[in-house]
Each structure stands twice: as C-alpha cells, then as structure tokens.
C-alpha cells in the first residue's frame, strides 16, 4: 500500500469514526421552511390558477420539496454514504417505475376515444 | 483494529463500530424502500380514483377539516424537529437531552392522533364512514351537479375517497401507533445511558421511521384535505 493511500485510507476511517453532526440551526433553518412550506400549500389551495391541474401542481411541487428537505437534512442523507444515498434513490425510482406504468395505462384511456361510437 | 471494537453495542461479525451502523442505517433505507412501495400503492390507487371521479374526490374532500388538518401538519413536522434534535443529542452524548427530546416527539405524536380521533369520531357522526350506513346526500352536489345520473355516479364513487381516506390516513397512523412506543423503548435505553458519540445507530433508526412517516403525511395532507374543484 503507498503512503498515499493509506492516508486516504485514514483519512476515511477518521471521518467515518467522526460523522458529521448537522449545526441545530440547519435543523431549525428546515423546520421553518417546512412550516412555511405549509402555509403556501393551504393558500395556494384557495387561489384559483385558472385549472385545476396547476393547483395539483402547485401543491405536489411544494409537497416533493419539502420531502426533499426532510430527507437530505432531517435524514442526513446529505451526508450519507454512497451506498444509502444508492438505497434511497432505488426506493424513489421503483416509486417512480410504479406510478410511470400504472398512469401509463389508467390515467390515458379514453384519450382516443370508443372506435365506431 | 479500532477501540470501537471494545464497545459493548459492538457485535463482532462487523470490521468496527461504524461498519455496524452503516449496514444498520442501509438495512432502514432498505426498509423505507419497501415502504414507499407499500405507501405507493396506495396513491396509485388515488390517483387512479380521483382521475376518474373528480367530483366525487372534490365534494369529499370539502368534508374534512381543513384547520384540524393544518394544525396536524404543524405538529408533526415539529415533531420531526424534535426528532432530529434526539438524533443531535445523541451524537453529542448527552444522555438528559436525548430522553427530552423523544418524549417531546412522544408528546407530539400522540398529539397528532388524538386530532386524528376528533377528526375520526367526526365522520362517523356525519355517516360519511364507507358502508351501509353512508350518506352521501349532504355532501351538497344536488346543488351543484344537476343531472340526477351523474349525480348519483358521484354520490356512489364519494365512498372510494372515504375508502381512501380512511385507509391511507389509516396506514399512516399505524405506522405512528406503531412508532411511539418503539420510540419510549429507546429513550429508556438512552436513559440507561447506552447511547454516546461512538453508537446511537438505534436512535438515528427510530429518527429515520419517524421522519418517513412524516413526508408520508406531507403528501396525504394536500392529496386528501385540498382537493381544487376540478374544472
């Protein structure tokens, strides 16, 4: 093993015996966003877009964002390993495969209409 | 060899300390993986539903308690705070703080599911539980929805989204019924002072569950309680 690698070596175990302790102001920063987050949420819900669809939109884009925040600071996946970073992008992207194939067929039938009708 | 291995959490089929809890803190994710699977198809199912009766989800969804559920979002989320904050004071050792800060987020949960029972007890004394005993004729779309055939596709489908509501609320306060005394067992072992800066993996796994119960209720929160009167 070369110097260098073993410093790298060392290096790791050092960060892996110390892991990151996340300040309690980010801690409090995410909480306060998460509270505003919900506010805009019930609001938004009361303002007329003009389409349903962009209510919807609005409220899911607040609602992955703030599920965002809990999960890279509340969960600390921020500061995770590659390999829970690698479970937690496996999890979402199963959802995502889930969600993509079952609207893939619900959410369009009738987009062609009943042939002869 | 590292002096974490003389530590008594330490269990000898790992290399050291924090190979034993990066493989517990993997084996959680593995777990909320399956969970939001589990959760998923749930809100498949929703989306499925309300795409197809969106007046039925709309009129519905104007019978739950937007206040109580707001109010219920705050909670939790605070709880989560709380949560993270056990977390903090676990890697930092102190044993008094720990404690504190799990039975705040006890405190806090519960919180959560006494509104929840409120807002429970409310549907049943409104007959707007799915079954025999449901009433769908006050939640007002004679006013609104002029055909009486339609009208009456929409009263039928309103007891999909009860279903819905119930059960996706449902599995969620599950999951926190499930979650408060797990968390009391570990804030008796953090008490017993079992956890310090070198292992608290059962501290951050509890936090992890917790917090996933939370971005479950982000979602539920808008999906169910603001429903946009689809046009």
């Known amino acids: ?117 | 060899m590292s002096s974490s291995t003389h530590h008594p959490a330490y269990v000898h089929h790992f290399e050291n300390l924090s190979e034993q809890k990066e493989a517990a803190t993997f084996g959680m994710w593995v777990f909320i993986a399956q969970e939001v699977l589990f959760f998923g198809g749930l809100f498949a199912a929703y989306a499925i539903y309300r795409n197809l009766h969106p007046e039925a989800f709309y009129f519905g969804s104007h019978h739950l308690n937007i206040p109580l559920g707001a109010a219920n979002t705050a909670v939790l989320i605070f709880s989560s705070l709380t949560m993270a904050l056990a977390v903090h004071a676990a890697a930092l050792g102190k044993r008094q703080q720990i404690v504190g800060w799990l039975l705040a987020t006890v405190f806090l949960g519960s919180v959560f599911l006494g509104v929840k029972v409120v807002e429970y007890k409310e549907k049943f004394d409104h007959h707007l539980v799915p079954g025999a005993s449901f009433q769908a004729g006050q939640l007002g779309m004679a006013e609104h929805i002029a055909d009486p055939v339609l009208r009456g596709k929409a009263e039928r489908a309103s007891q999909i989204y009860f279903s819905l509501y119930f059960s996706m609320t449902g599995l969620h306060a599950l999951h926190m019924i499930i979650g408060v005394p797990l968390i009391l067992w570990i804030a008796a072992r953090a008490w017993l002072g079992q956890f310090g800066p070198e292992y608290h993996s059962p501290v951050e796994i509890i936090g992890l569950y917790w917090h996933f119960v939370d971005i479950i209720w982000i979602f539920l929160f808008p999906l169910l309680y603001l429903i946009p009167k689809p046009h």
């Open chain 1, 1 to 117: 093993m070369t110097d260098h690698a073993a410093a790298a070596d060392h290096a790791e175990a050092h960060e892996h015996a110390h892991p990151h302790i996340v300040p309690v102001r980010t801690y409090i920063l995410v909480f306060l966003a998460l509270m505003v987050g919900t506010a805009i949420t019930v609001g938004a819900s009361y303002v007329d877009f003009g389409h349903s669809y962009l209510n919807n939109l609005v409220a899911l884009l607040i609602a992955f964002t703030k599920a965002t925040l809990v999960v890279l600071f509340f969960m600390h996946v921020k500061y995770s390993s590659k390999v829970t970073q690698l479970a937690v992008g496996s999890g979402f992207a199963f959802l995502v495969i889930l969600f993509f194939f079952t609207f893939a067929d619900y959410l369009t039938r009738g987009w062609l209409g009943t042939p002869g009708s």
